[in-house]
């Protein structure tokens, strides 16, 4: 089970949390100006790496909110936890083994 | 190709059983092929199957990054039904079915199919009134499906408890009679067999990491470990790493990658006659022809490459096994496993061109390829031979989320993951 850093309740078991796929997707501010292709990217179209993933987690049964995790796909550890509205943190490659879990 | 029948066996026990050879060369790559499948699972082997023996495409190659059969062909477990809701998945399952009941004679190797059907259980209002829906929907499309009380699943299936003290009772289940289970490891070898005796070369230990392109932007070529292979046709067939080797490409795909985990438990003598399924509370179980009890865990809630995942979805299924069988609980379990899955948004295969000019994807099986496996090689080689699908897999395409043509199983497949 992995352990989760909610940025305002710190470290929690991850069943305390919901995944919520990736993070900064932001919804067309004009739904009816989209075409059909951008407006299918927008619905379905996700990141799937092999690495470096910027996701949204809801601490469901803590604080109830929403945040943004970086984890590495590759090893499930997380690199940093960070909240919403703040841009992702610059950080590239893979997570340093023994970093976050 | 040595061919297997109860005379080569018989000779073979009179000398010693030194005679047998390899199931298939050890090919090292050529200069060029007329077309390569990634992906030595039983969907790319498959697939380089019917592309030599019913569309002639000889000189045509398996690049597998580790060896046949030790990606999601071995992690499942190996559940075969085809008891979908719309008409196009039906016809794409039951397609498979179909070939799954004469493979092993075709194919000349015994893969086990064991049609000892597949029983899912109803244990909600919402759940007796969705698969007698799904009965309909699969008897209008020539699949059969039938309802069942719980004393007659019980019948059906000895070891499951009826009884209303359980958190939530057995309310009727649903049988597919000829769905069952086949051997994994069976399949992609009696493939890999039967396509090397073709002439296709089956290339372990090569990954690919790149594909060339020309100035129009057509496939020419792969680049992998073991060196630049030419090639017009590269058809991908990658499981959870089609993101990864699409990528190559260019070509951005609606797929996300999660880890599926599976557990065995120790072999005990058969006790469990036929597949059961339970969407609501997740239990998934049958018992291998070696006695173990092979158990289906979920997906894991966040996408990775692990092939692990968190063993609190274990511990869930188990509860739910437990409860539902109380005569397991005492059984050890043996072994756990994760696989990657690819899924999509509508929890149905992409099987079709991309906007790539000669590469072919079959990908988006999530968590329930196996059962596919024939059905799904068919059409795609297919579509690679002809440059066009297969009426089947025409549906199957990458634009039906540009255009909201979903094929939505998302809440019809037989496990909520």
Redesign the interface.
Known sequence: ??VIHCPYCGPRP??EF??C?QAHIARPLDPSAQT??E??EY????E???GM?A?RWRHMHGCGRFFNAL?D????FFVTTYKCGEPRPAVSGTAPAGGQR | MQKFSAWSLLKEAFGGQQGWQPQWRRAAPKAEYDAIIVGGGGHGLGAAYYLAAEHGLTNIAVVEKGWIGGGNTGRNTTIIRSNYLFNESAQLYDHSVKLWETLSQVLNYNVMFSPRGVMMLAHTVHDVQVFKRHIHANRANGVDNEWLTPEEAKAFCPPLNIGDDIRYPVMGAALQRRGGTARHDAVAWGYARAADALGVDIIENCEVTGIRRDANGAVEGIETTRGAIRTRKVGVSAAGHSSVVLGMAGVKLPLESFPLQALVSEPVKPAFPCVVMSNSIHAYISQSDKGELVIGASSDSYNSYTQRGSLHINAHTLAAICELFPAFRRMRMLRNWGGIVDVTPDRSPIIAKTPVKGLYVNCGWGTGGFKATPGSAHVFAHTIAHDEPHAINAPFTIERFRDGLLIDEAAAAAVAH
């Open positions: 089970m992995l991850e069943l919901r995944h796929g059909a292709d407006w299918g619905l379905y179209l996700r799937n790496p092999k993933h996701e984890r796909t590759t090893t499930d």
